[in-house]
């Protein structure tokens, strides 16, 4: 089983970016399907972007054009960067690995995190 450790949140205005970073460890990086998901106050987990093992990059309609998801394999890292933010992207963000293949499952809104970290909070205000 793998552990993830999310970091750089914080509070930031409407219009705003930040960096989210994700370290890895115990678990084959380089050879594993990487999200991002993200559970806003009273409400379920919307997946946002997912990366493939070759790179190849999916985004949620509301992540699309805004948000930026890259890896480092050397590193272990999993990164994503926020930009125009918006209120609506208020939320405690996670990355994680899916049971099915590529998170297939998860992007059509099932429950399929294997593993997620602890998550980091982002705070839009207006």
């Known amino acids: 089983q793998g552990q993830l450790v999310e970091s750089g949140g914080g509070s930031v205005q409407a219009g705003g970016s930040l960096r989210l970073s994700c370290a890895a460890s115990?678990?084959?990086?380089?050879?594993?399907?990487l999200t991002w998901v993200r559970q806003a106050p009273g409400k379920g987990l919307e997946w946002v972007s997912v990366i493939s093992i070759g790179g190849t990059r999916s985004y949620a309609p509301s992540a699309e054009g805004r948000f930026n998801i890259s890896r480092d394999n050397d590193k272990n890292i999993l990164y994503l960067e926020l930009n125009d933010l918006k209120s609506d992207d208020t939320a405690m963000y996670y990355c994680?690995?899916?049971?099915?293949?590529?998170?297939?499952?998860?992007?059509?809104?099932?429950?399929?995190?294997?593993?997620r970290g602890q998550g980091t909070q982002v705070t839009v205000s207006s």
């Open positions: 115990g678990f084959l990086f380089s050879h594993t399907c």
């Open positions: 994680g690995y899916c049971t099915s293949y590529c998170c297939t499952d998860l992007k059509k809104g099932a429950s399929d995190l294997k593993v």
